[in-house]
Each structure stands twice: as structure tokens, then as C-alpha cells.
């Protein structure tokens, strides 16, 4: 049995609220159970130094966790001064994920930042990071194809992520913190809308697993993506 | 005229939710119009070094803005490797503002911090987050008290701050971000419910000021703090 | 009874010694009792990026102490490897106070930037900082029209600034070291020789204070301003 | 057909140089074709703060990268200040690798810190340092057995680390520097000696995969890390 | 000739004003012309860690440039946060030149730290904090002894040093910012009343050197010694 | 009698191997004994801000040591986050030492930088790694001469580096590490094929010394480099 009492396939109640503030291109409040993180996309007229003149695009995403959104509070990392290890892993991966699904020439010269700031902790704050970034992502885009901006969508699939681990021996679903804390194993899926992969990481804790058990993660994973995808067409029809 | 319509001694709505995030022992989202500031009251069992032993408390404050909190995105302090001097004054100030309603010995050797981040900013972040902070420590205060981890209630009184400033000549009260731009003298102060001041700061931009506009801008203050002191009140006890 | 010996209206004696060193534009050793700042004004030909382009200089401060400037020695910023948050907000209050009374059209594409160093400590530091820097400021602008390249004089009035605080139940004029740790209330002012006010800063510390206070603590300033601004015109005339 | 001329299933030359340097308990210098790690596994009498008084041991790695190891010049870390997110990722991966066949308890309380410092760079540096610190951390705890600090073995398995991709539409083995800049899809597998996984990190570069290539890179890791096994275990038994 | 007229083995006047500042246990303001450094020696009744619990003492330097203390504006090193290579050079130097004469046992275990401030710099500012640096520690010392703290002098000789340098083909002493820029070699000695010598650093710049040179240098350098030494003593006996 | 059994003015085994890494313009992996130093020359087209438009190169150096070069291990700089004093002292000193000996002019418009990695210390790795680079600024010369980019040879003698101490009360040449930590004095001499100084540091340890001593160290220098230099053209010849 799950803490929470779900079905090993059964994710927590997904929430998307777009347009949760006023001044970013796009925003969305992502809710994965009780784990809440703000998305906005920020679009720059300008590209890093690295792609300039060369007609496309970049996407890129910056990752937080406000001090208090877990149960004991952690130190602020701009008053340490720096990012930790794990805060640059996520915010490298959540990048990776949405360019993806970018085609970069159609975009053009123009940066798009997706910043992801967890309100509040309780598992997946990744995965509801990219899967709320692709809400933020098409709302600013659907605003420069409106202002005229762009003429062509630049936006090749949706792109979804969750998290799914080995909990008491049983492959289950969408890990809340507790089976987080708990799991022999933790992976994370970035799955497409076309049914490819953009990234499959699976990791060890306290008990190696085996190929199976690695099918069974990403059919799980299959599971819970398909149900963000709904989610995220029905956000951005609002 | 004010570009919002407002009348010169007239604030913006005041929203107050309190307990918006599940972990810490004191939450609120406090919106002054459009600027919007979530604060946690987290309580730790142990004091900073210079404090232990002396069977004391304290009470200390971080100020942070999510990078796209403003109208063009603002680099992340996290990613810079430091927090800026405005950061560290705003945050400097909170600490001092509620220090001055606590009573350290009855607080016992705990510390509260509070952390005070800015979602949504359109003028008044300090403001608002002094304002917030106060309701913030409540709900943590009241928590201990009902644990019965304190028997005496370490709050004197009340404590609210309100931006004033001299906008196109005339004295007003609780800028928003196009008046603040353009103010020719920016104030903040920092008011008691019994009537004293914790803090006032009025400072010339462009236009220095005399003694009757110092005056006429603590007025405004007073008048704009009774409204929040109501708001916070009626907060705390739902 | 101060421990001074001091009335609650005396200033200690104010000490001014225009260029104290060789190199810079402008300097100056000044003293308010044991308190030492050595200020230098140092032109350079450019703005920062903000204002390149729009014909206009600016004026900036830096603010340091020396590690045995105070009585137990402090660390030093550089190693330590950055600078605190009380170092940035009176480096921040003294580039405010004296662009208060520049005009910097008249000033034309150039920055001239103070370095207040403290040299010895005893209470009031900023504001000997900020009524020294005047006197830099204005050696360094005479040198400029002797030189020709400027032709009119972008300084428009005097500025000077002075601690009070409310010592023992009672407010008192420039607190040196031992009122200012022990002092209720601290405030600072700076005022400018027309009579206005650029800034005015009063803290509780210990205990709030009342509207009448503050009109006290703003009067006892104005006494002490007057009595610099006529030693800094004795210096800027030697 | 692969730049190198090599099979798709076929690994790049692997060298084991064991005992490469004199000062720690454990050293190698590993080689997978062109790219060279050197190992070292140091061991201290004592534990990180989270583990103190548990019992148990600690094994954690830090990964460095020789400036002109690679084709032009990368700037020193240790100069600009920061190891970039991609160190921190990497080192991360090595250390939970590692820990994944340690018994901690076996381990008792000391610290085996692996460091990992790519003298030239081919592709591949971060599964060649985990494939030789496992022989740099095999030669150190065989060293606390010989002295009888340890009577029981605390590793548990071999683990060994290979990457794979899609490079012109074709998974292969073991990609050179080449190869990994220009392939669709980018895999690296940390396996056991038992037949379990470690880790499995598949990232969509350019294109994204399915799930038949994710099964076909990992099939391919086994061919890879079986060669890396016994490479290891003959340089051990020197 | 020389741009100051000097002749080659001519010192500039030297300057000693002890007991400058009021904190510092001991205090002095050098001057080697135009070069002025203020030294202070700090007393504290601790040592670092690694000599805690072994009966002796430590002597330490630190180094600051004021910003204006040269001819154009440098930038603050506690603004840039951190201390540059040169810095730190001067004042590793500076602090093994004062233990050279220190005897750590008959110290005890305490720490004196010199920080040598440079107010105004003309050439030779490492030279002149070393021979204030001594009068600094003397005077401390002193204190120590009048107070019964230290019942023997830990002081075993007196330290001074100098700069010479290899100026359009002649070996001179004492070089001044001019000279400096234009020497084609660059030499400091650290020299001690008995004779011996503490520490002999030669540079070429631009040309190399030969032994004779060294020679010539090392006895300019004990012409200038001799002074500061007599110039020390007087100073201290004031 | 000397802990290695070595006569006083007797060098270590010197080992060069040319062309160690590939990537680089120039590699070698430099040994005295058991210190071992791997130093690349990297060209780069372009010189530092300063030197731009100038016509004339510039040859710059890092260094670093790996964390377990040493007998215990030392924390890594980058994770650290910056160069101790002692790594910046040292990579200036070779810096300046290469410098002695290009003619910058014929060197033209570009920039190499000596990467010196310390892979194993046993005493002295700033004079191999000074001694080394020469043969990695050689064999990279070498090269551009070759392709043509450079007509004239910009190198204008060998330079090569060695230290040297009283080691109980013998002036011994070549330090190793156990010498090292017991000598009373210790020199560095950076010396030039053509008999000239380019360096000479030498440092009272515990004892200061005399002039005779600081020529005897001077004379076993010279016996020292003259093995250096021919092991130097030994190598390059290769």
C-alpha cells in the first residue's frame, strides 16, 4: 500500500493554472498533488553570444526552491551565493527537455527563459517543472504568433515529465516526498507527445534494479504523461 | 491625478490569505493591488551564535524576488552568486520592523524567520512584506502558544509599513510601481497599532523636500497603516 | 548626563583637512571627534552603461572600514570576499545624498566617484562620510572649472548629514560610539543648505518612538548641519 | 560507418595503468581509447557531519578536467571561481555510482573520497572515472583489509560505466569525442558485475528516441561494461 | 639621473608617526616620501587553529590599497570580492618577515595581526609596511610587557625593508612609482638589525640580471636598512 | 647527511617525456625525483584587453595541483571556489619567468598559456613545473614556426628553475618534501642559458641566513640548471 492510498499507476490530481501572473509572455501555476511550482516565460529579443547571427533561437530554464517549501526550511541559495549541484542538474535538464521539442530556426533570434520557482515541496518538483514550463512556453509563443512576431509555430510536440520509482518493492507512480524518501529506486521520464523520448534517468538508491523493473518505470511513466498531456491542451484552450 | 485614479490618501485593495503553503508554521500571501509577496514564519529551536545562552530569541528576515516578478525579467540572485544591496537593505529592514514587537525573553532561545518572496511586484514589495511578515509571525506565535511551547505571548503589538511619496507635487499615499518611478521623494515608514513609529525613511529622488512634506507623508502613513492593521486582524482570526 | 559631557544640542569638534592626499581630484580628512574618514573624489571621462549616450554624469560612493578603524578589529571585506549588508546601504546612502545636489547636465559625460574609508571609528561614520564627501566633491568640481571643462557650476547646494538619537530618554545631537550602541532610537539626517531634507532615516532600537521625537531628533540635525556646512565652506575657501 | 572504423558494438582500447601515483591509498590512470582519467582514492578516518556517530562510511567523488585536456582550451574552474553545472553533474553521478556497490556499514566510519581528473579528453570522460574508481577504490580498501582496519570486504560488486548513442542513425558503443558531438542521442549506462543497473541516463540531442533504441543502447552498455569487468578485475589482481 | 634628483643610494625621507589611531594596541602612519601606509597591530587572545593548545603565538599581515591611493583609480577589492594575486603576494611577505623576528614561544598564545593600509602609494608600499609593520608590533609588544601580559620580549631583532632596482643601467635604492615602472629589474630585501637577511627577492623586468647586480642591490638595500632601522628606533622611543 | 642519501649539490633524477597529451600545442610531463608536473602550452590567437592592437604577444601561466598529489589530500580550488595565495603567487612567478625569455614583438599578436598540473609533489613543483614549461613553449613554438605562422624565432634563451636550502645547517640543492619542511631557509632561482638571473627568491624558514649563504644557494642553482638545460635540449630534440 501507497501512503496516500493511490493505485500503483494512479498520479496525484494534476492542477494548471495559466496566466497566474501578470508582467511574464507566458505563466502557469502546476500543481502535482501538493507540489505547487510557478512557471513563467520570459521572452528576450536577443540570444546568448554563442548563437548570435545565425537566425535561430534559444530556450533556456532556471530552477528555485523557496527556502520554506519543504518541511524544514533550507538556506537561501542566493544568500549562500551559489547554486547547489542538484539546483543546476534540474535547471540543465528542464532546459534540455523543452528545447526538444523547439524547432530553434523557426523561433529566431529570441531567447525564451522558463523559470521555475517551487512554492511548495512534496516529490516531483522536476517533473511538474517541465511538464508546467511547456504550459508557460506555448501561452508566451501563442503571443507572439498573435502579435504576428512569429508566422510559423515553432513548437514540434508537447513535453511532459514524471517520476516513478520502486516503493516497497512495487514500481509505482508519481512518488510523493515520503515514497521519495523511501524508494529503492527513482526515475524520471521526459516523454513526447509523438510517443519518443527526450530523456529516461534512472537511478539506484539502496537497491540496484534490473531491466524489467525499467520497462515497467517508463510504461508507468507512458501513464502519467498522457494524463499531463490532457491537462496541459485543456490549460492553454482556456 | 494618480494614473491609477486613486484619491492621494487612498491604498490599494489589500488582499491577506493566510496559511497559503502547507509547511511552514506561519504562511500568507499578502497582495497590495498587483504587488503580490508570499511569507513563511519558519520557528527553529536554536538561536544565532552571538544569542545562545542568554536565554533569548530572535527573529530575522530574507527578501527575495522571483526573477520574473517584474515587468522585464531581472537576473536570478541565486545564479549571480549574490544578493544585491537593495535585497540586503529591504531584508535588513524586515528583521529590524518586526524585532521592534517582539519580546525577546518571552520568545525564549528560538528563532523565526521570515521569509519574504515577491511573486507579483508593482511597487510597495517592502511594504507589503513587512505587513505580511507581521501575520505571518502571528500564525507561528499562536501555533507555539497552543503547543504550549510558550505560556505568555511574545507579540507587543502590531506592526504595518506603507510606502508614501510626492507624486507630481502632491503628497500620496502607497505608490505603485508607475508612481515610485517617477516620485520625487519615495518614503517608507513602519508604523506600531499603539501610534509609535519603528522606522521611517523618506528619501529625495530628483526633488529634495521640506519638513511639512516630511509631515504630511507620516500622516498618510498612519492613515494607510490603520487599514492593514485591520486587514492583518481580521486575517489572523479566520 | 552624556557621557560626553556633551549638551544634548553639542557637536563634537569638527575637524576638516582638504587635500590629504596627492592623486585624487579631491580629498579630505574629516573628523567629528574621533571619528576619521578620509574621502577622495576621483573624475573619470565615462558614465556607466545606463547612461552612456544620454549626456549626463553621474556620482557614486564607495564606503569602507579599516579592519582596526573600531575597537576590537572587524575582518577585513576583501578577504572575507564581499562586502556586508550595512557596508552596501551606506555606500548606497551617500551616492543618494550627494546626488541630491548635483545637476548632472552640467556635469556633462563624466562619473566622479567618493571613496569614503573610514580610518578610525567613534559613532556617526556615514554622516561624517557624506559631509566629507561634499568637500571632495566640490574641490574636485573646482578643478574641473579651473580646467576649463566644465563652465558652469553643477553643484547647487551644500549637503551635509548628522546622527541624533534618543539617548537615556532624552534626544541628543551626533552620538559618538558609546550613545549611539546604548541609544533608543537612531536616526540619521541629510539636509541641504536651502533648508530641505534629502533624507531622513529614524530607527527604534529598544524602543519605538513618537511623531514629537521625531520633530526633535530633526531639529537637534539641523543645528548640527549648520554648523558643518559653514565648516565646509571654511575648507573648500583655504 | 563510424569515424573510427570501429564495429557498433565495439569498445575503444581500454588501459588500466594501476598504482599510478605514490601518495593514495588507491590511484589509476584509466584509458578508453584517447580519453586518459587518472583515479585517486584517498581515505580519512572520519565522516561527513550527517553521518557522524551512525556507524557507518561515506563514499563521494569530485571530477576535474585538466584545462587543455580537451581540443581548445577551457578556462580553469578553480580560476573562474566555480565548477560549472556539467562538473557538478558529473561528479554527483560517479559518487552515487560508487556507493551503490559499497556497504556502508561494512565500511565502518571513514571516508573514501574519489578524485577523478581527466588528464585528455576523447568522449566518454565520465564513465571512464567511474570504471576507474571502482579500481582505485577495489586497490584502497584492499589496503584497509591488509592492514586490518577492515576484516570484512565492503564491496559488494563490480560497477563499471560506458556511453552509447544514435549516431547517424545507428546505436553504437562507446563514443569518441566525434561521435558524441554529432549523435541524435546520447546514453550512459552504470551496470553491475550481478547483471543490475545503477543508473540509466538516455538524452534526446537533435532528435528523440524511442522505446526500441532505449533497449537497443542499453544491450549495448552490457557488451561494453562486461569488457570493462574484466579489464578491471586483471588490473587488480597485478 | 634619477627623476627625483636623488642620488643612487639615497633614501627618501622617512617618515614615523606612532600610536596614528587610538583602538590598535600598537599604530603608526610610514612614509617613504609619498608612499604613506598605516599599520596597526592587533592583539587577540587566540591563535588560528593549527597551533591551538601548543604554547605559542602567531604573527599575521594583511594588505589593502585604498582605491585613490594611486595615481588612477583602482577598483575595491572588497567590491570585486576577492583579493588579487598581488595582494595576497605582499602580504604572505609581510607576515613571514615579522615572525622572522618573533620568538612564538615567549609570544604565548596569542595573535597579532598587522593590517597595512596604503593611503597614498608612490613605489615601495610592501617595503614600507614591513618597517611600520615593526614599529606597529613593537609598540604592541610594549603594551604587552607594561601590562605584565608578557614578562619577556618575544621581539629578537628589528626587521625593515627596501626596494632597489636597475634604473636605465644604474643600481639604485628606494624606487619610486616612476622608477618602478621603468626599472629593468626589481629587487626587495628584508633585512634584520643583526645583519642577516629574512628574505632577498630579485625580478627581472624586461632585462635580465647578473650576479654582480644582485650584489650591488643586496648593498644599497642594507644602506637604506640602516636608516629605517635608526629611523624605527626613534620613532618607538618617542 | 641528506634524508634521500643524496651529496649536497646533487639533483634528483630529472625525467622529461615530451608530447605527453595530444591536444596541446606543447606537452610534457616533467619529474625531479618523484615530483611530477604536466605542463601544456596552449596558442590562442588573440592577446588579454591590455595588450590589444599593440603588435606584440604575451605568454601567461596557471597552476594547480591535483587534491591527491600530495601526501594527504588538500581540497580541491574549484570546489573551494578560489586560488589560495599560494597557487597565485606561484603561477605568477612562472609567468614572469617565461616572459624573461620571448621577445614579445616577434612572438606577434597571440597568446600561450603554460597549464602547469601538479600530478604528484615531493618538493620543488614550481621550479619543474618553470623548467617544464620551457619544453612546452618550445615544442608549441616549434610548431608555429613549422606551419609557417612565425618566421623568427621568438625564444631568446633556455630558462629553467630549481630551489635550494639550509638544510641543517648545509646548503643543499633540490629540495624534496621531507627537506623542505625541515630547511631553515629555502630559494627559488629561476636562472637563463646565457648566465643571467630572471629570478632569485630566497626565504629565512625558522633561521635567517647570511649573504655568503644566499651566494652558496646561488652557485648550487647553477650547478642544478646546467643539468636542467641539457635535459631540456635532450628532450626537445627528440
Known amino acids: 500500500m501507497r501512503p496516500s492510498g493511490r493505485a500503483p499507476d494512479q498520479m496525484r490530481a494534476i492542477s494548471i493554472q495559466p496566466a497566474f501572473t501578470k508582467h511574464a509572455e507566458g505563466s502557469v501555476l502546476i500543481g502535482f498533488g501538493d507540489t505547487k511550482v510557478l512557471v513563467t516565460a520570459s521572452v528576450e529579443e536577443r540570444v546568448p553570444p554563442f548563437l548570435r547571427g545565425k537566425g535561430q533561437g534559444w530556450v533556456t530554464a532556471e530552477y528555485g526552491m523557496l527556502p520554506r517549501a519543504t518541511n524544514?526550511?533550507?538556506?537561501?541559495?542566493?544568500?549562500?551565493?551559489?547554486?547547489?549541484?542538484?539546483?543546476?542538474?534540474?535547471?540543465?535538464?528542464?532546459?534540455?527537455?523543452?528545447?526538444?521539442?523547439?524547432?530553434?530556426?523557426?523561433?529566431?533570434?529570441?531567447?525564451?527563459?522558463l523559470d521555475c520557482d517551487v512554492i511548495q515541496?512534496?516529490?516531483?518538483?522536476?517533473?511538474?517543472?517541465?511538464?508546467?514550463?511547456?504550459?508557460?512556453?506555448?501561452?508566451?509563443?501563442?503571443?507572439?504568433?498573435?502579435?504576428?512576431?512569429?508566422?510559423?509555430?515553432?513548437?514540434?510536440?508537447?513535453?511532459?515529465?514524471?517520476?516513478?520509482?520502486?516503493?516497497?518493492?512495487t514500481p509505482v507512480l508519481d512518488l510523493d516526498y515520503i515514497e521519495d524518501s523511501n524508494a529503492h529506486a527513482d526515475a524520471n521520464f521526459v516523454l513526447l507527445s509523438d510517443g519518443n523520448i527526450a530523456e529516461a534517468q534512472a537511478t539506484a538508491e539502496g537497491a540496484t534494479y534490473d531491466e524489467e523493473a525499467l520497462l515497467r518505470l517508463l510504461r508507468l511513466a507512458r501513464i502519467g504523461c498522457n494524463d499531463i498531456f490532457a491537462a496541459q491542451l485543456q490549460a492553454v484552450r482556456k
Chains 1, 2, 3, 4, 5, 6 share one sequence.
Open 72 to 113: 524544514t526550511r533550507g538556506s537561501r541559495e542566493a544568500a549562500k551565493g551559489k547554486q547547489s549541484g542538484r539546483t543546476q542538474e534540474i535547471q540543465r535538464l528542464i532546459g534540455r527537455s523543452l528545447r526538444s521539442v523547439v524547432d530553434m530556426t523557426l523561433l529566431g533570434e529570441r531567447q525564451i527563459t
Open 121 to 169: 515541496a512534496d516529490g516531483g518538483t522536476r517533473t511538474a517543472s517541465i511538464s508546467g514550463a511547456w504550459v508557460a512556453l506555448r501561452l508566451a509563443i501563442d503571443g507572439l504568433l498573435a502579435e504576428g512576431k512569429l508566422t510559423a509555430d515553432p513548437i514540434k510536440a508537447q513535453v511532459a515529465a514524471i517520476s516513478c520509482g520502486i516503493y516497497e518493492g
